[in-house]
């Protein structure tokens, strides 16, 4: 069964700090991968997705994440956080094999960005 | 703006008590999409539809059930909520052509967060 472990459940950073989640993944195939951003109060957004390609990916709001396949990783990077880029963020997987699969979702890192 | 579409944004219900949860989209994507999440847990996928197939996670109890009557809408069905059931149930949406082998972003509604009393 796939899974997603991301690191760290709580972060707490200082406006232009960089930033780096973890997340790593076990799956027995070829995946997609994604991050989703949940503000407050508010739904699901997607931040960035691989599917297959550069493994360097960006995102809106100038978020990035490297693909490093050797290392089941997709971390996700910021290079100067804002405050509001407070929020709940999510690594996801789902296997690229065709059909329409669910996402497998990580346990959740939640970001505060002190001002 | 095209958007999925979850009604209420909450709900309480009663412990036992029947309770139909509603998405609807206008994206015109065939795949919908019932996630369930719990408290400070990551969305947990409880089934999709492909089209009009059904398709359930081999853990998902059947206290819960989906319909999806047409295109634009699917319903989430809970036969007799537990406290247990409580949490925010996330609808999504993706479009995937038939037969093909590209997959495409999964477009998520806000939300409906169930309360049993």
């Known amino acids: 069964a796939q899974s997603v472990s991301q690191h760290n459940h709580h972060v707490i950073l200082s406006e232009a700090a960089s930033l780096e989640l973890g997340c790593n993944y076990s799956?027995?195939?070829?995946?997609?991968l994604f991050w989703y951003v949940q503000y407050p109060g508010q739904h699901l957004q997607l931040l960035l997705k691989y599917f297959s390609g550069d493994p360097l990916v960006k995102g809106i709001k100038g978020f990035e994440a490297e693909f490093i396949k050797s290392k089941f990783s997709f971390n996700l990077r910021k290079p100067s956080v804002q405050w509001s880029d407070t929020a709940e963020y999510f690594c996801a997987v789902e296997g690229s094999g065709g059909g329409a699969d669910g996402l497998t979702f990580g346990k959740g890192t939640h970001l505060i960005i002190q001002p | 703006d095209a958007m999925v579409i979850q009604n209420p944004r909450y709900q309480v219900t009663q412990f036992g008590k029947p309770v139909t949860l509603s998405c609807s989209q206008t994206l015109n994507h065939n795949v919908m999409y019932w996630y369930q999440q719990k408290s400070s847990q990551a969305p947990k996928l409880l089934f999709h539809?492909?089209?009009?197939?059904?398709?359930n996670e081999a853990d998902t109890p059947d206290n819960f059930q989906s319909r999806r009557p047409n295109t634009s809408f699917c319903f989430l069905d809970i036969r007799s909520p537990g406290l247990g059931d409580a949490a925010m149930y996330l609808c999504?949406?993706?479009?995937?052509?038939?037969?093909?082998?590209?997959?495409?972003?999964?477009?998520f509604g806000p939300g409906t967060r169930l309360l049993v009393l």
């Open positions: 799956y027995g195939g070829t995946v997609n």
């Open positions: 999504a949406t993706s479009r995937d052509p038939t037969g093909g082998w590209s997959q495409e972003t999964q477009y």
């Open positions: 539809y492909y089209d009009k197939d059904f398709n």
